[in-house]
């Protein structure tokens, strides 16, 4: 029997190889396609499935986005004492550390609610009650929110985009809301708001864990005319290191003492899809200016110019007048911030 010669051999070695190295770059490509064409669908599933969320507000609504970080652990107690949060039970403190989501990421709103921010008749830089503060102590020990109305019905709506048990009457004084005209242009309104609201994260039988951003504030542009939104803001402030409030029973006993935490919330906010348009206004105000009036309207003593020390030299050499220095330890206002 004659064995085939070396060079046959060696040839279809070659050709094998060769075969082979053609059907992997077709295979290949064919990978590369098909894995474009998937991210093409996908593209356009995605675009598909914008535009079905903006769809699914009827005629008349406006969509809201709505942007939520949890609170920042780390930012919790000091290094002295160390976090109260650590100090209690896992299953007083659990429905904060589940808290890491909002309870909607979008959310569809009437245009015409936004309408309950305005008072006709208003003239730029002028600040008016949005919604009274309820007069008296109230309890810690309350687990579901009344039924609310008014505007007071449109923030409760907004507010439990992040969670479903907002109370619109706060614990502790400050408590309601002020409304501000910054700018007007025709029927077209620039509207700035501030209120205090808290929320309730705890379910019996547990008692409640109090969750207390220092507060709400952001602006509305609409016409007052056809009710249509141009644009919607609401959000905490996160400009300083500490912005909200946490209270809660370390046991299920309600005469216990409450613990008491402050620490860091990066993002709570509702925001409308941004329009291309720029509005010129007629009349306005600044935003620093009309934000410092809605301050003023919760803390009358704000009335006062509170200056850094140095600053404060300087007026006082310059309006010849004596300096009244107050030393504090935290805040005046807003606990939180």
């Known amino acids: 029997m004659s064995v085939p010669y070396p060079k046959y051999l060696f040839f279809f070695i070659i050709c094998f190889?060769?075969?082979l190295c053609i059907v992997l770059y077709i295979r290949n490509s064919n990978t590369d396609f098909k894995s474009e064409t998937n991210a093409r669908?996908?593209?356009?599933?995605?675009?598909?499935?914008?535009?079905?969320?903006?769809s699914s507000c009827e005629e008349g609504e406006i969509l809201l986005d709505v942007n939520f970080q949890p609170l920042d652990l780390n930012s919790l107690g000091d290094e002295i004492s160390g976090s109260n949060?650590?100090?209690s039970e896992e299953e007083y403190i659990i429905a904060l550390l589940n808290w890491t989501k909002p309870f909607h990421n979008s959310t569809c709103i009437k245009e015409s609610h936004f309408l309950e921010f305005f008072v006709p008749g208003k003239v730029v830089g002028e600040v008016w009650k949005l919604y009274e503060g309820q007069k008296g102590e109230l309890s810690h020990n309350r687990h579901d929110p009344p039924l609310y109305s008014g505007i007071q019905g449109v923030l409760f709506d907004l507010l439990q985009n992040f969670h479903d048990k907002p109370f619109l009457q706060t614990?502790?004084?400050?408590?309601?809301?002020y409304s501000a005209l910054r700018a007007i242009n025709g029927d077209i309104a620039d509207i700035y708001f501030r209120f205090h609201a808290e929320f309730?994260?705890?379910?019996?039988?547990?008692?409640?864990?109090?969750?207390?951003?220092?507060?709400?504030?952001?602006?509305i542009i609409l016409?007052?005319?056809t009710k249509e939104t141009h644009h919607f803001h609401l959000y905490v402030p996160n400009t300083n290191e500490l912005n909200v409030d946490l209270e809660w029973y370390g046991s299920n006993r309600p005469n216990d003492n409450l613990m008491v935490d402050i620490g860091?919330?990066?993002v709570m906010e509702l925001?409308?899809?941004?329009?291309?348009e720029e509005l010129q206004w007629l009349r306005e105000k600044s935003i620093k200016e009309i934000q410092s009036d809605l301050e003023k309207a919760f803390f009358p003593f704000k009335q006062v110019d509170y200056l850094p020390f140095e600053e404060a030299i300087k007026v006082a050499q310059a309006e010849s007048k004596l300096i009244h220095h107050i030393v504090l330890w935290g805040s005046l206002d807003d606990q939180s911030c």
């Open 17 to 19: 190889v060769f075969l």
């Open 41 to 54: 669908i996908h593209g356009q599933e995605s675009i598909r499935d914008i535009k079905d969320v903006k």
């Open 200 to 219: 309730q994260l705890n379910e019996k039988p547990l008692l409640p864990f109090w969750f207390t951003p220092a507060y709400f504030t952001g602006n």
């Open 271 to 276: 925001k409308s899809i941004p329009r291309s």
């Open 264 to 266: 860091f919330l990066p």
């Open 85 to 87: 949060l650590v100090k």
């Open 171 to 177: 614990r502790f004084e400050p408590r309601g809301g």
């Open 223 to 225: 016409d007052t005319r």
